[in-house]
């Protein structure tokens, strides 16, 4: 009877609502990583795809960026010097409080983020054709309009284009 009773809970417990988004954020994950290895990025990792997702196109303080990617300052600052010694991003003193340094993209990693763009909608059109492009709509509306309800995360101050950095 232990058995029976261990075997639903188990059943339950992997069938969550948190598990099925936490796997079709790896699955998207992944495809979106080998991409962009594909695209001329072979370095770069899943674990650099936190600070792209939250570096934006301005200038942003690691302490920011790292709040953003709810990580803790040292495991940001780690990517980060990786990402700087790929070439992908550079820092600056901060203009606004100059003990602080300031995180912005280079010239390759805007290219980057063009190619991330590009391959996300590869992926979305992927499962478009597996699930039905009327499904998965439907999917990203809901999913849209559950995390605005929810108030779920933001997008840091940096997204807004930056005209004023230099390229």
């Given at each position: 009877m232990q ?7 188990t ?13 079709f954020?790896?699955?998207y ?7 962009i ?6 370095r ?15 200038r942003?303080r ?5 709040e ?6 040292q ?5 980060l010097?990786e990402?700087e ?5 550079e820092r600056?003193?901060d203009e606004q409080?100059r003990?602080?340094k ?8 805007r290219q980057l ?5 590009e391959?996300?909608?590869?992926v979305r059109?992927e499962?478009?054709a ?21 108030e ?11 005209t004023?950095?230099?390229?």
């Amino acid at each position: 009877m232990q058995d029976e009773h261990s075997q639903q809970n188990t059943r339950r417990l992997s069938g969550t609502l948190a598990r099925i988004l936490r796997e079709f954020s790896r699955d998207y994950d992944r495809r979106v990583a080998q991409g962009i290895q594909a695209r001329g990025h072979p370095r770069i990792r899943l674990s650099h795809q936190v600070v792209f997702a939250n570096i934006g196109l301005g200038r942003i303080r690691v302490t920011e960026l790292a709040e953003c990617a709810q990580i803790t300052q040292q495991a940001m600052g780690k990517t980060l010097r990786e990402l700087e010694a790929l070439g992908y991003i550079e820092r600056a003193v901060d203009e606004q409080d100059r003990r602080a340094k300031a995180i912005r993209l280079t010239q390759r990693g805007r290219q980057l983020v063009a190619d991330a763009i590009e391959v996300a909608e590869e992926v979305r059109g992927e499962y478009a054709a597996r699930i039905g492009a009327a499904d998965f709509a439907e999917l990203d509306t809901r999913l849209r309009e559950a995390a605005r309800k929810l108030e779920l995360g933001y997008l840091p101050a940096s997204w807004a284009d930056d005209t004023t950095a230099d390229p």
